[in-house]
């Protein structure tokens, strides 16, 4: 059974860049790293996806190293509204949806 | 485009009972996946539907069970109720079942085992 590790908990203040890491073991070859963020009472909503190297979007980047072992979501300038939790989407072929446990990101005025 | 819809948002049991509940996915999406979230296991994958067939499975009881009808719609059935299955139940719906694929999440039925 795959497991993804993520940190507990951050704090961080307004305007300040935030990266969260993810270690993803046993993901599958053809599978993509997936993030997810979710807002309390909410279903999570989908930030960014990558296979390699970096991919970046409107509201984050993520950086995935050669290995696939672990992915590195990055938020610019966070604000008070990116107060979440944020999740890694991880596979491991038999039980397709993992999600890790989940960083609870705070960010401070 | 309407998102997705689960019913019904709250819902209160007696141990022993049995539940079900609905998700109705985005207009075109064919898989639908289903979710158990508690504080203390966090989100963890229950089960994937695809053109009504079941493609993955979590590692749950037999208790817990689901269907998907031929308009993608999905319900999923708690038999005999345990006080540990009070729990936030999400559902998921994308155009495809692999995971390479965005999910669109319900906000989710909150079930309260008493």
């Known amino acids: 059974l795959a497991k993804t590790t993520q940190p507990i908990s951050m704090d961080s203040y307004e305007g300040q860049e935030v990266n969260i890491t993810c270690s993803h073991n046993n993901i599958a070859t053809n599978d993509y790293i997936t993030w997810y963020q979710q807002f309390p009472s909410q279903g999570p909503r989908f930030i960014i996806q990558g296979y390699k190297t970096k991919v970046t979007n409107e509201v984050a980047s993520l950086f995935i190293p050669a290995d696939r072992k672990s992915s590195t979501l990055s938020l610019p300038r966070v604000s008070l509204s990116d107060t979440a939790v944020y999740y890694c989407l991880g596979s491991s072929g038999t039980y397709k949806y993992i999600f890790g446990t989940g960083t609870r990101l705070k960010v401070l005025a | 485009k309407a998102g997705v819809t689960q019913t019904p948002r709250y819902l209160i049991k007696t141990r022993g009972q049995q539940v079900t509940l609905s998700c109705s996915p985005i207009s075109g999406h064919r898989s639908v996946s289903w979710y158990q979230q508690t504080p203390g296991q966090g989100l963890q994958f229950l089960f994937e539907?695809?053109?009504?067939?079941?493609?993955n499975k979590g590692n749950f009881p037999g208790r817990f069970s689901g269907r998907q009808f031929s308009n993608s719609r999905s319900e999923m059935n708690v038999s005999t109720l345990e006080l540990g299955d009070s729990a936030l139940y999400l559902c998921?719906?994308?155009?495809?079942?692999?995971?390479?694929?965005?999910?669109?999440f319900g906000q989710g039925t909150r079930l309260t085992v008493v």
């Open positions: 539907y695809f053109s009504e067939t079941q493609r």
């Open positions: 998921a719906s994308s155009p495809r079942t692999d995971l390479n694929t965005e999910a669109f």
